[in-house]
């Protein structure tokens, strides 16, 4: 595709379940991030894959939290046991560089996953 | 580490008015700055983004921004709004490791007719 792709758009869980969110970058980007982005912030950094490798998850705010990149093309973020607190747009962004040293390549945005948590 | 601040959550203009959002910055590296806007129920739009070079950064849709680094500053501008410019505007800056975005918590701009 064009862009990058977030499935589902919308998600409604009940406190406790487990949800799977899908993020499809632009074919050939090799750095791909996800961010949360609680309703009326900015988005915040959770984890980032250099192709298959992910090289920093410092932003995971639990261990609830789990995302991978197997073949390194499309990503999934995975949390365990929703809590209210998980409520917030999941956006994944892809770009086709690495980030060795300071690299300033566009990041692309898909339009995220809002996660309702009840 | 970095942080971004926004004065005003909430900014309204009318048609045709210069549009100004301010954004500063804190960073104990040579910054490089970005604004995304964001449509409602979209992604975010790369409108401009400084890293090194020409202070004053030109971007699409008639936007611009300078980096002034004696104020830690980079406003972004536009002389005549629009009513398509209505959304929310985010101004960031790249981690240290030149990884992810710190993301400021964004403007939202009205534009009355």
């Known amino acids: 595709g064009a862009g990058v792709s977030q499935s589902p758009r919308y998600k409604v869980a009940k406190r406790g379940q487990d949800v799977a969110l899908r993020c499809d970058p632009i074919s050939g980007h090799v750095s791909l991030f996800w961010y949360q982005q609680a309703l009326g912030q900015g988005p915040e950094f959770l984890t980032y894959f250099q192709n298959e490798a992910q090289l920093d998850k410092s932003g995971l705010p639990s261990d609830r939290f789990f995302a991978e990149r197997p073949e390194g093309s499309v990503s999934t973020l995975k949390i365990q046991r929703t809590q209210q607190e998980d409520s917030a747009v999941y956006l994944c962004?892809?770009?086709?560089?690495?980030?060795?040293?300071?690299?300033?390549?566009?990041?692309?945005f898909g339009p995220g996953t809002r996660l309702t948590v009840l | 580490a970095q942080s971004v601040t926004q004065l005003g959550s909430h900014v309204s203009v009318s048609e045709g008015a210069l549009v100004l959002l301010r954004c500063n910055y804190s960073s104990s590296v040579p910054p490089y700055l970005f604004w995304y806007v964001q449509y409602p129920n979209q992604g975010l739009q790369l409108l401009l983004k400084?890293?090194?070079?020409?202070?004053l950064v030109k971007g699409i849709n008639g936007f611009e921004a300078e980096f002034k680094k004696s104020e830690t500053s980079f406003h972004l501008t536009k002389p005549s709004a629009h009513m398509s410019d209505a959304a929310e505007y985010f101004c960031a800056v790249l981690s240290n490791y030149g990884q992810n975005f710190v993301f400021g918590p964004g403007t939202r701009l009205s534009v009355l007719p």
């Open positions: 962004a892809s770009s086709h560089r690495d980030y060795r040293g300071t690299s300033t390549d566009t990041q692309y």
């Open positions: 400084y890293t090194t070079g020409a202070t």
